[in-house]
Nanobody
Framework: HVQLVESGGGSVQAGTSLTLSCTAL????????MAWFRQAQGKEREGVAT????????YYSDSVKGRFTISHDSADNAAYLWMNNLVPDDTAMYYC????????????????????WGQGTQVTVS
């Protein structure tokens, strides 16, 4: 049984930084992509950053490009989201996701592209 566990969320002031961590407990055979999604209250879950675990190709939504950085550490079986210059619109529950299937580039921010999900960590920016 594979579990993704997120940590690092919190309440911060606008303009500051946070780093989210996601650890996979248990091995995901053939893991190919990891991603971060977020869901603000009353809104749909949206993808913000995706990384191909072999090769390191990254994808960012327009709303976070230039401010957020996703990384993957194969040794720790973990993914990270470095968030800089946070704004109130970044307030949301942030979810880690993983896929052991190839995700074509048009689908890197689609929820159905990812089979494994964490429980989320809350980020509040004021």
């Amino acid at each position: 049984h594979v579990q993704l566990v997120e940590s690092g969320g919190g309440s911060v002031q606008a303009g500051t930084s946070l780093t989210l961590s996601c650890t996979a407990l248990g091995r995901i055979p053939g893991m190919a992509f990891m991603a971060w999604f977020r869901q603000a209250q009353g809104k749909e879950r949206e993808g913000v950053a995706t990384i191909q675990t072999h090769g390191g190709t990254t994808y960012y939504s327009d709303s976070v490009k230039g401010r957020f950085t996703i990384s993957h550490d194969s040794a720790d079986n973990a993914a990270y989201l470095w968030m800089n210059n946070l704004v109130p619109d970044d307030t949301a529950m942030y979810y880690c996701a993983a896929s052991n299937q190839v995700v074509q580039s048009p689908n890197v921010f689609r929820v159905p592209s990812f089979r494994f999900w964490g429980q989320g960590t809350q980020v509040t920016v004021s």
